[in-house]
């Protein structure tokens, strides 16, 4: 993984967008070999009704063998990254190549506060037709997630 010292060609903040919409576009910036780091992972939105969301993300959490996986997290970092992981082909290496030059931040890391970040205006929470949706953070207390914000 890339240290938050190091040299990012895109930093993007993930206030009120959209995951989903926000890892395509990090996904296509990365398999074009740019470094991406998305900062506030833990102010994105993501669709659908609070109770579903809490439901389907427990299960995902719950199913599996312990030793061997599927490994969820409940770090709200942790969770856009794996969103983004599944945009892209990372089972190859072109692919892996890609996903090793994202990296997730919770909050702005001191690093990146002078960096110029950009929003990304079709990934925004107010396009939804509705007001279902809540953030990686409520999905994450609501999960058991335990962590500090910086």
Known sequence: ????????????????????????????????????????????????????????????????????????????????????RGMLAYHNPRGRAAFERIMCYIGVPAQLKESKSITITEANASKLPNTRYMTIAALCKEMGGRWHEQ
């Open 1 to 84: 993984m890339r240290p938050a010292t190091a040299k990012y060609d895109l930093v993007i903040d993930a206030t009120d967008l959209l995951v989903g919409r926000l890892a395509t576009q990090v996904a296509r910036e990365a398999m074009h070999g740019k470094a991406v780091a998305v900062v506030n992972c833990d102010k994105a939105v993501i669709s659908g009704s609070k109770p579903f969301l809490v439901k389907e993300w427990k299960r995902r959490h719950r199913q599996g063998v312990p030793r061997k996986g599927p490994y969820i997290d409940r770090f709200p970092d942790r969770i856009v990254r794996r969103i983004i």
